[in-house]
Nanobody, 116 residues
């Protein structure tokens, strides 16, 4: 079982920045890595995804404010968030997945409240 541990969450003011980290218990080079979020009363949604080859994809709401990256040597993926808005408030989850064989692993989440 792959264990994912998120860190870096915490209270941030609107307009501020925050960097999230996710460290895996195993090599991540075989996985696509992603960040998802879930706000109270809402469905979980994809924030950002980075493929094994480094291609990135973002949710429409990101609008250039967030950057996902990965460091396979450190078994880590990162989410740099800027220009945060109150509506970005959520629990942010790290995800590792691959198709063949099918695997889908999740972290426990880190809370990011955006408030003044």
């Amino acid at each position: 079982q792959v264990r994912l541990v998120e860190s870096g969450g915490g209270l941030v003011q609107p307009g501020g920045s925050l960097a999230l980290s996710c460290t895996a218990s195993t090599y991540i080079d075989i996985y696509g890595m992603g960040w998802h979020r879930q706000a109270p009363g809402k469905q979980r949604e994809m924030v950002a995804f980075i493929t094994r080859g480094g291609a990135t994809h973002y949710g429409d709401f990101v609008q250039g404010r967030f950057t996902i990256s990965r460091d396979n040597a450190k078994n880590a993926t990162y989410l740099q968030m800027t220009s945060l808005k109150p509506e970005d408030s959520a629990v942010y989850y790290c995800n590792a997945r691959r198709l063949l064989p099918e695997e889908d692993h999740w972290g426990q989440g880190t809370h990011v409240p955006v408030s003044s």
